[in-house]
């Protein structure tokens, strides 16, 4: 289970990412609470994702259900949305490239609150660059 949050404190703004990965027992197996730069949200939304795919593959994880509060990414990922902005299509070619190295993806749209841990981690990082 992939939790991922990005956060953007203007849009473009300084932004971060927040990630928590869980095993089949349920615990925790990695957290992920850095800065990316200057971002818009939707940016910071998909280098979360990234950022949990990859380490999830470095953690030897065949089966992945990556859970965000972003329906604009869930929905790209499910073909509901098209990729319009040019500045989505590379990160969006990338989430393409990882998911298919699961034996299983699934990607779920979930409530802010139940997303509580990975928007802590990507504000946290935000806090601590200064922002």
């Known amino acids: ?47 979360a994702a990234i950022a949990g795919l990859e380490a ?6 065949r089966d992945v259900e990556l859970r965000m509060d972003s ?6 990922l499910d ?5 319009r902005n040019p500045g989505l299509k590379r990160l969006f070619a990338r989430m393409k490239d990882l998911r298919w190295r699961f034996a299983s993806f699934r990607a779920v749209a979930i409530p802010r609150a ?3 841990l990975a928007d802590k981690l990507a504000n946290q990082a935000l806090d601590r660059s200064g922002v």
């Open 114 to 116: 139940d997303n509580a």
């Open 71 to 76: 329906e604009l990414v869930v929905r790209q």
């Open 1 to 47: 289970m992939v939790y991922a949050d990005g956060a953007s404190r203007g849009n473009p703004g300084p932004a971060a990412i927040g990630v928590v990965i869980f095993d089949d027992k349920n615990r925790e197996r990695h957290r992920i609470s850095e800065p990316i730069g200057q971002a818009t949200n939707n940016v910071a939304e998909y280098r």
């Open 56 to 61: 999830a593959l470095a953690l030897g994880a």
């Open 79 to 83: 073909s509901r949305y098209k990729v």
